[in-house]
């Protein structure tokens, strides 16, 4: 038997990931393109071909994938650390897979996502329309613009931006459910469910120079102009936080044992 | 091949003694190859360590003989050396039970030669 | 390659699940980690595998620290009743991982074992029965390239052909690259001369380790009439002792004195009723008088004694 050195494990782990990952994107594009596009689509031009030009179609496609990969990284999280566990890897290399694989993830859905807007977007453009909300009106600098026709480039950037957030959150989520018990778990999501309405009633007390500050940490400008830069940094300083957190609760994490 | 826990006698020895008996009874002839070491673990389920030490034993003995690489081999004349060695124990520590148990069991001398004796026929 | 356990103690809230465990495990030794239920040995075995933290204590393997560290968790593959394979995963991508994750993977053995259990590769984890669960799991044992292999309940679910199988097979992989196993089982009567070291843990304390064979011999029974027995023992080391009318039975440890008065039978005790008679002693150490079990007690625990043949 051959034994090469460690350096094979991290891939091998990097491509179980990809694999795992690729099966659930795969699953959601078929739901996506097929319910969410080309049925509606279908319906819109026959429609159009009955009434004529008044009807038009569209829907949005960064939400929805902004939550499906956050499930995706909270669901696979603990089988992950078991699997990964029993083939000799530390709990540092553990989260550092699961945040480089979200990473890619998110590039790669936003990548598709993007490319299928802009597809969607230029071939049926009295048809149907695939909106990137919130990138698409910080790519093209105001709100009210939600359907992109061009921008590729930062599109895709800002709507991986966004995904890896969701993903960053899905996988602190799923880290946190895996390590605590009910009572915890309803004591923090409790916790939060008070404290999210009472942050923003008391954001709205506000004085004006305050919420103009928190308007420029995410791009808002003067008469509703959006930059994308202070927007992207934002988010992704917020990720960073995140993933530290979730590494923070990674590092005392333990298997449980079925039957103890 | 049979081994006890309750034997007197620890496993090594036991392993020694059952190769013995494959040479006394003729099943390896001398300067035949004995099985190997891992032959004997895998099939009676006994560590490798504890088998080569019953080996050794053989081997200290003058029983056996190692050729590097190949595996051990009976010595020639160990055939007669392990009969008398078995007779000497025969009569020094089984007869000496056998007349024990038969004073116990209030067995004359006489009557236990008889026995004896008619076991033979 | 040494791996040394040093003062491990591992509490939860509700009980102390290991107190100041140390321990040396050879490289190229058959290990048996004996102990009943809850004495510690999946926590022990758990702790040494980067499961679980301990609370106090060290585990190093040639002096490097060996909690959550990588490269020298890579020697190490802990093999146990808990399932930590994905469960849609089939088993032939379950030896394809391991290799990838461990760099290597002697598939000669690999297929080797496949045929002997004739498990069905292309089957998923989960659709496997408890037996095939734990042949999966041993097969991936076997074949990783580590120096130690924890098989915890490596028997779990196997029929009388397959254990034995598995046997021979652990034997003969043994012998061909040499490394340490530790296996941590129940049944055991039939890894007894397997095993070259034991280990007996009870209520998260080693109560004995050393070589199997000295252990098997450490301790004996002596059988006779109540008052005889007695009389010889009453200056040993008594373990426990098993009454019926006309007839004890006394288990001593330390070696056989000489001059045993006729009419006393002697036997060494054998690794299996050792333990049983060690563990015994251990819990109810505090109050000798309720060492002497009444024979029904002690009825499952072995079954070549006479005392127990004849209280039937």
Known sequence: ?????????????LRYKMRQSGIGIGIYFAFFIGLGVLAPLIVVAALQSTQGQGTFGGTDVIFSSMIFVGIL??????????????????????????????????VAQGLIITALALIVNNVFPTLYS?????????AYGGFGVMVPTSHFFLIWFLSAVMLFLASSIGLLIGIFLDRTGTVVR????????????????IFQFLPMWWKAFFGRLVGFGENGHMTPWPFAATLLVISALVCAGAALLNRRREIKRVNA | MNFSDTDGRPLFQQVAGQIEDLILTGAVPEGEQVPSTTEISTTYKINPATVLKGMNLLVSKGYLEKRRGIGMFVTPGTHRKLVNERRATLLHDEVSALVTEARNLGISRDQLIDMIKGSFE | MTLKISHLTKRYKEKQALNNVSLTFEPSTIYALLGNNG??????????????FTTEGEVELDGEPVIDNSPALRHLYLMSEDN??????????IFTMTEGFFGGFDWDLANHLINGFELQTS????KLSTGYRTITKLIAALCVPANYIFLDEPVLGLDATHREFFYRELIQTFSDRPRCFVISTHLIEEISHLVESVVIIDDGVILEQGDAESMERSAFSVEGSPDLAEEFTANLDVLSSNRITGQMTVYVKGTVPPDVPAGLRIEYLGLQDYFVRLAQAHKFGQNPSLRTMDSDFTDDSHDSHNSTEVAR
Do not use: H
Not at chain 1, 2 to 12: M, R
Not at chain 1, 130 to 138: C, K, P
Not at chain 3, 39 to 52: D, F, Q, V
């Open chain 3, 39 to 52: 004495a510690g040995k999946s926590t022990l075995l758990n702790i040494i595998n980067n499961r679980i």
């Open chain 1, 186 to 201: 309803l004591i923090v999501c409790a916790t939060v469910i008070v404290v999210v309405p009472l942050l923003i009633s």
């Open chain 1, 73 to 106: 990284a909270g669901v696979s999280s603990s089988s992950d650390f078991k699997f990964f566990i029993q083939n000799g890897f530390s709990r540092g290399k553990i989260v550092w897979i699961s945040i480089l694989s979200i990473a890619i993830v998110s």
């Open chain 3, 123 to 126: 089957l998923s984890f989960k």
């Open chain 1, 1 to 13: 038997m051959k034994v090469l050195p460690s350096s094979t494990a991290l891939p091998c782990a």
């Open chain 3, 84 to 93: 930590l394979f994905p469960p849609s995963m089939k088993v032939s991508t």
């Open chain 1, 130 to 138: 695939v909106e990137v909300l919130f990138a698409t009106s910080y």
